[in-house]
């Protein structure tokens, strides 16, 4: 059993479910730890925080008083960074492709700078954001993701290279490069080879002449640690990262090290709170599986469930009943609407509530009211909605 003691915010039986709670105290703790991770006497990571995780405006307001920076992939997400007070040279698109309109905004919008991995792309910005500044998108191992991003994006060394030329050629700024690991990438080993692999692609640049001084590391830093003890801590991977950087990377006074972290950031501080609104015995070959039936699913709120993140789940009350198996299902008419298997919880009935931990990102972002079904209503506490207790 962990040991996080749920408060009445949560419990309150007038709160309407489905239900994401945000903790905003988790948030700003947690921006701290980055920052306090990623320094040396010589460098400080700079935050430039994935509003894909989360980009309720509440979550950015508060990133952006606490000194953040914002990576955007749309021209809805510059909008919601620029009313969190953001400036542009506080803001970095990391999306490969952008459309022509998108471009020429970020360019009135003095938007810090733009990835590319493409020689189209560079010709679009190079019409549409002439003189932009621009990075490269390197492709990068990402074993050990439990959510791949390999394959859509990024290009190898040699085609990094002719991409630093053509943006030269083409009056462009080219600053440097980045990469990404996957997303809640267990593995802090790929963010040292990543940094090994942009070292010498770097100085492979320098002698054909080019200057740089960005590097961006990208996100897919995990969620769940207290849950799952197995998963690398902020601090852990710091400790490799900040010695890969120093032992790869060529020093440079001026060098801008960028973080993406959204789930990182903002994962652990939600707790989606859903009711049991059905319970039904189905009969298979493998025997009999009691199913119940929730107002959230995978459509309105728990899409990563499908994409292979498992459901961290618990009971608000009642956990003196015996244990069960359960298959956890969604509202919808969709077969496809399965949360979880083989889930271990207390008896359960009709209008009983249960919570689901770290869902603080792409719960609500992903959500769709498919079937009609509601997505999660949004609490922002001030307060802890938890208290950790350590073990």
């Not at 003095?110 to 679009?124: G, L, Q, R, W």
């Not at 059905?278 to 728990?302: C, E, H, M, P, S």
């Amino acid at each position: 059993m962990d040991t996080f003691r749920l408060n009445s915010t949560v419990q309150n039986p007038l709160l309407v479910t489905p239900a994401l709670v945000l903790d905003f105290e988790i948030i700003s703790h947690t921006y701290d730890r980055f920052i306090d991770s990623y320094r040396t006497d010589d460098v400080q990571g700079l935050i430039y925080y994935a509003m894909k995780a989360n980009a309720h405006q509440d979550v950015c307001d508060l990133l952006g008083r606490k000194g953040a920076g914002f990576e955007i992939a749309s021209l809805p997400e510059l909008e919601k960074a620029l009313a969190a007070g953001a400036s542009g040279d506080q803001i970095i698109c990391s999306n490969p492709i952008k459309s022509p309109a998108f471009l020429r905004r970020m360019q009135t919008e003095n938007v810090y700078a733009v990835v590319v991995d493409s020689a189209d792309e560079m010709e679009k910005i190079a019409k549409f954001a002439p003189g932009m500044r621009v990075y490269v998108r390197l492709a990068v191992d990402n074993t050990g993701s439990v959510l791949p991003l390999a394959g859509k994006f990024g290009v190898d060394g040699a085609m990094a290279l002719d991409l630093f030329d053509q943006a030269r050629d083409l009056g462009l700024e080219p600053i440097g490069l980045s990469f990404h690991v996957g997303s809640q990438c267990l593995n802090p080993q790929n963010w040292v080879n990543a940094i090994h692999a942009c070292g010498d692609l770097w100085r492979d640049a320098e002698a054909r002449g080019h200057r740089f001084h960005f590097l961006d590391i990208g996100g897919g830093f995990p969620a769940g640690h207290y849950h799952t003890p197995s998963i690398p801590t902020i601090e852990q991977i710091a400790l490799v990262v900040m010695a890969a950087l120093e032992a790869y990377i060529p020093a440079r006074a001026d060098l801008m090290f960028v973080l993406e972290p959204g789930r990182g950031m903002v994962g652990e501080s939600g707790r989606l709170v859903a009711s049991v609104t059905g319970k039904a015995i189905r009969r298979t070959a493998a025997g009999d599986q009691t199913w119940l039936y929730l107002d959230v699913g995978v459509f309105n709120g728990l899409m990563e469930t499908y994409e292979g993140f498992p459901p961290v789940v618990r009971v608000l009350e009642n956990e003196d009943r015996p244990l069960m198996s359960y298959t956890l299902a969604g509202p919808s008419c969709d077969s496809c609407d399965v949360i979880g298997r083989q889930i271990q919880l207390p008896q359960l009935d009709t209008d009983d509530r249960i919570v689901f931990y770290d869902t603080g990102a792409y719960t609500n972002e992903y959500a769709a009211a498919f079937n009609g079904f509601p997505i999660p209503s949004v609490t922002v506490l001030p307060a802890l909605v938890e208290t950790f207790v350590p073990a």
